[in-house]
């Protein structure tokens, strides 16, 4: 559909349309530099083309020259969700090349927005406790030991989820399921069913180090966003410490 067919659109409705892909965005993982990007990128497809944007892990400011007033929306929850990141690029591209009416756009952001993960809690456990195993391979441990660690990451990520859900304390979750992660393997050392008790720690807390959060962080800063990429890998680190200190309780009674 040719863009100079369609109704001109308002001004409200585009801005709405940047607010909710940005929004989407940065709650499922995307790095502060590409929402603005998008953003920018959709404003300039309804042809506003001084958009201003500013956003920060917990909050996104925008505003084209036309407004009177900034926009605001405040980011509390944040989780990682790919996949609906590369939906609303997808939305992105079709508004540049004009597949898409202001209407059609926002109806579609909201579908992604309503969207649950693709996979459920069960799938995602068990993809954790198979990852544990391997990756208790790759730090060289013995396969004696896989089982071991794929039922101390499997149980380990099972708290992290719930806890997660159940207690709204920032990294209370990374530290409670770290400390699990390491009672649990002290009892499979005790018991003779583990051996190595370092390898199956490290393989169980696998899943739960913020990797995106660190690579987010490092493309952050060499974009130059100084101010995401600092709190980002601020998150990062206190995450890290979190699981950290829980593996460290369990070690100094082991």
């Not at 959709?42 to 084209?64: D, K, Q, R």
């Not at 013995?142 to 071991?148: H, K």
């Amino acid at each position: 559909m040719d863009m100079k067919t369609m109704t001109e659109p308002s001004l409200e409705e585009v801005v709405d349309v940047c607010m909710l892909a940005g929004k989407i965005m940065l709650q499922n993982g995307a790095e502060t530099y590409r929402v603005e990007d998008t953003m920018m990128r959709i404003a300039a497809s309804y042809n506003y083309l001084e958009p201003h944007s500013y956003v920060t892990p917990t909050g996104i400011i925008f505003t084209v020259d036309q407004m009177e007033a900034p926009r605001f929306i405040r980011i509390t929850e944040r989780s990682t969700d790919l996949e609906k990141v590369a939906k609303v690029n997808s939305v992105s591209r079709k508004i540049s090349s004009g597949e898409l009416t202001i209407d059609e756009a926002y109806e579609q952001l909201l579908q992604i927005e309503a969207t649950k993960h693709a996979y459920s809690i069960w799938w995602q456990v068990a993809a954790a406790a198979i990852a544990s195993g391997c990756f208790l391979i790759m730090f060289k441990g013995e396969w004696r030991d896989f089982f071991p660690a794929l039922l101390t990451g499997g149980i380990g990520f099972i708290f992290f989820i719930y806890l997660s859900r159940m207690v709204d304390i920032k990294f209370f979750a990374e530290f409670i399921s770290s400390f699990v992660i390491g009672f649990i393997a002290v009892i499979f050392v005790k018991s003779g069913i583990g051996h190595e008790l370092d390898k199956i720690i490290i393989g169980s807390v696998m899943p739960l180090v913020p990797g995106l959060l660190i690579t987010n962080a490092v493309r952050d800063l060499m974009a130059g966003h100084l101010l995401s990429g600092l709190s980002k890998g601020a998150e990062a680190f206190l995450t890290a410490f979190a699981i950290g200190s829980g593996v460290a309780v369990i070690i100094s009674f082991y």
